[in-house]
Each structure stands twice: as structure tokens, then as C-alpha cells.
């Protein structure tokens, strides 16, 4: 399967500021998806990130906050913005062949908003 | 959102014991996955499965897709240290959707 890359990592992060989160595959993918998980819990989608198109939000989550971008098929960024200590999380990139089809994780980014 | 009840939540057990656990739903789905997470890594795929009573094993695991479509399985025979991490199952109701739910997950301690 593809090799997925995010950056950065891990990160600390003030109140009130931005951050933008990579997600770079090694192949050209179909989907791409942006996930979060909370401390001690599951995932939940945020959105699915469309090549050259505004990003599909699922319902809790818009895109003044979370501004997506997808220029090409091996890369997408997740920004969230105006952080708060609510949005400390895991932020995962995961991507699958079609539609329907399993979906793969990056290792994820874990962000501190302090 | 779709709610996957996952049961247990967590299983401590001796090393080469067998594990079961369980993801049920009230919804019926057409794509059951499985996934294990490893503190600080993404979730990693390990078996799915896209017909009722589906039985697919890899290796050591072995998962089903519920009869009623609205739960799935998994067992892992002589469990070994490794195999301790986080256990999620992510159901889809449709076939061509995007959208998979999570399940809460079962935490899996091995003790050698």
C-alpha cells in the first residue's frame, strides 16, 4: 500500500494561532481523507479533501476552521485554525484507492494547544 | 453520526491465550475493516471484509462479518506481546461512500 507522510509530527502550539499539517503520499491516490482523534478515543472524519475542488465537510466540522487544500493526487494540508486547548488531538491523514474502497493512515499529527 | 459499540474495552491476558472481541451496530453495513493502532502511529488495516457471513483470516487473526450485517468479529488465536495495541473496527453503509465509522475501540494488553 502507499507510504503516507505527515509533518509535522508532533507540535506545541499557542492559543489563538495556526497551524498547517501535511500529508504527502508516495503514489497518486483517488481519496484523500482528514481524521481527528481526541485523547483516548476514536476517530471521526473531518472532511474528504477534493483534488482542485473546495473539501466535503462532514457535519460538526467547516472550513473556516478546518481550511483543506488539495492541489494534486499525492498531497493535501489540513490547517486548524485559532487553535484552542479543545482542538489538542491527533490529526490523521488517511487516503484509499475509490470510493468505498479501505482506507490507509498516515502516523498522524499530535498537536498540544497550550 | 453512526455509533459502532465496540465490546470489550479492555482485555488484559496472558500471552498465548486467544482474544475476542466484538463491534455491533444499529445500523446494517455493507464494508466491515479492522484496524490496530500502536501508541503513536496511525491505524493500520488488518483485515476487510465486504459480505455477510464473511470469515477472512490473516495469520493469526481471523474476523467475520455478522449475519445481520449489523455487527463483525475478531479472534486472535495464541496471542503474542506484539499484538498489544488498540483495535478498531470502521463499518460503511453504503458502497460507494466515502464515509466509514469508528468503532471505540478495545484496548489489548498482552502479559508475557
Known amino acids: 500500500s502507499a507510504v503516507i507522510s505527515q509533518k509535522p509530527s508532533r507540535d506545541i502550539c499557542q492559543r489563538g494561532t495556526s497551524l498547517t499539517i501535511q500529508c504527502q503520499v508516495d503514489?497518486?491516490?483517488?481519496?484523500m481523507f482528514w481524521y481527528r482523534q481526541q485523547p483516548g478515543q476514536s476517530l471521526t472524519l473531518i472532511a474528504t479533501a477534493n483534488q482542485g475542488s473546495e473539501a466535503t465537510y462532514e457535519s460538526g466540522f467547516v472550513i473556516d476552521k478546518f481550511p483543506i487544500s488539495r492541489p494534486n493526487l499525492t498531497f493535501s494540508t489540513l490547517t486548524v485554525s485559532n487553535m484552542s486547548p479543545e482542538d489538542s488531538s491527533i490529526y490523521l491523514c488517511?487516503?484509499?484507492?475509490?470510493?468505498?474502497?479501505?482506507?490507509?493512515f498516515g502516523d498522524g499529527t499530535r498537536l498540544s494547544i497550550l | 453520526g453512526q455509533q459502532l459499540n465496540q465490546s470489550p474495552q479492555s482485555m488484559f491476558i496472558q500471552e498465548g491465550e486467544d482474544v475476542s472481541m466484538n463491534c455491533t451496530s444499529s445500523s446494517i453495513f455493507n464494508t466491515w475493516l479492522w484496524y490496530k493502532q500502536d501508541p503513536g502511529e496511525g491505524p493500520v488495516l488488518l483485515i476487510a471484509?465486504?459480505?455477510?457471513?464473511e470469515l477472512t483470516s490473516n495469520g493469526r487473526l481471523t474476523a467475520q462479518f455478522g449475519i445481520t450485517r449489523k455487527d463483525s468479529f475478531l479472534n486472535i488465536s495464541a496471542s503474542i506481546p506484539s499484538d498489544v495495541g488498540i483495535y478498531f473496527c470502521?463499518?460503511?453503509?453504503?458502497?460507494?461512500?466515502?464515509?466509514?465509522?469508528f468503532g471505540t475501540g478495545t484496548s489489548l494488553t498482552v502479559i508475557p
Open positions: 470502521a463499518g460503511q453503509l453504503g458502497y460507494t461512500g466515502n464515509q466509514f465509522y
Open positions: 471484509l465486504y459480505k455477510a457471513g
Open positions: 488517511s487516503v484509499a484507492d475509490g470510493l468505498g474502497q479501505p482506507q490507509h
Open positions: 503514489s497518486q491516490v483517488t481519496m
